[in-house]
């Protein structure tokens, strides 16, 4: 297997070190504190009450997740950083690359489930089907955060399994190729990005928006109701609608961003120290830690807890 080394030509500058480990670190601290914020709410709610709602059990993991994410982009970034000839070994270089797709894909599939629990719990359909889902999601939620996780787990063994057969088609060409032999590999690369690393995400951007298209017509159909019944003011349904959609729209737009920005970055189509390359690096950081805070400011509960912390630090720096 060829092993990845870098060239003193190819060694960033000291300033494009710092600002690199200003920005991205930044992003990733404050990801890690929102998501460390939303794991710990929701696992004091687990101990008090001896048991947690299956919105919280979603929100706990996808914490969990995003802080194992974040702190791995940390850690690579630290180390491609500060020893480039270490992280670059082929072994390093592709492990990294394999528990990011593993922690991504589960932080991925986490948020879609919690979009689609809280649309199957908002949306007003009178199907059959529907209303047994409805009925039945509590005790179906579980089995789904386990299947998302094996399905990521299975995607990274896959990734391993290539990285040794592939050799030099790897999905994932090492970076002391040049840019004649990374243009030479590069329909290669597409193609494999598309069967080991895309299909992970695609799922769950189509659950996105089918979630979206079905809340909007749901709203649809409860404003047409309360025309028909003469009702001009807002009810708390329409509220419930009108949140739900404005949380998943977010995460919809932070969602395509990210999936493009990983593309470029996992693709290797730009060099390690080059500006697209960190621009990628810096839109994955920001997207956790983005979607982590708006969340918080739209659960009821996430964001009466985080006001209660507010006024418990103004208290103690008051004193």
């Known amino acids: 297997m060829i092993q990845a080394c870098s060239s003193s030509e190819n060694d960033p500058s000291p300033s494009l070190v710092i600002w690199m480990l200003i920005i991205i670190g930044t992003e990733c601290i404050l990801g890690i504190l929102a ?11 687990w101990i008090h009450n001896k048991v947690l709602s299956t919105s919280g059990k979603i929100l706990l993991c996808l914490g969990v997740s995003r802080i194992g994410l974040q702190s791995l982009m940390m850690l ?18 592709h492990a990294f690359r394999g528990c990011f797709m593993f922690l991504n894909h589960c932080s991925l599939w986490f948020a879609a489930w919690l979009s689609f629990f809280y649309f199957v719990k908002v949306a007003d359909f009178s199907y059959p089907l529907f209303l047994k889902l409805k009925w039945r999601i509590s005790g179906l939620m579980p089995w789904f955060l386990q299947l998302s996780v094996f399905a990521s787990l299975g995607q990274s063994v896959l990734f391993f399994q290539n990285i040794h057969t592939m050799n030099c088609n790897s999905i ?38 089918l979630v979206a298209t079905l809340l909007i017509i749901s709203l649809k159909r409860h404003i047409l ?92 720096f008051k004193k």
């Open 35 to 45: 998501n460390g914020f939303i794991a710990a709410i929701n696992t004091a709610e």
């Open 76 to 93: 690579e970034l630290t180390l491609s950083s500060t020893s480039p000839q270490f992280y670059n070994d082929d072994v390093v270089y």
């Open 172 to 209: 994932f060409a090492p970076r002391s190729f040049n840019s004649t032999r990374k243009k030479s590999f590069a329909e290669a690369t597409v193609i494999n990005l598309v069967l080991f690393l895309n299909l992970g995400i695609f799922i769950p951007l189509v659950m996105f928006i």
């Open 225 to 316: 109701h309360m025309k028909s019944n003469a009702t001009g003011s807002r009810d708390p349904s329409m509220e419930a609608h009108l949140g739900a959609i404005r949380a998943i729209s977010y995460f919809l737009i932070l969602y395509i961003v990210k999936v493009l920005a990983l593309f470029l970055y996992m693709s290797n189509f730009f060099d390690i120290n080059s500006p697209l390359n960190i621009l990628c690096k810096i839109i994955m950081a920001a997207y956790p830690a983005g979607h982590s805070i708006l969340m918080i400011q739209d659960n009821p509960g996430l964001k009466r807890a985080w006001k209660r912390l507010q006024a418990q630090v103004h208290l103690y």
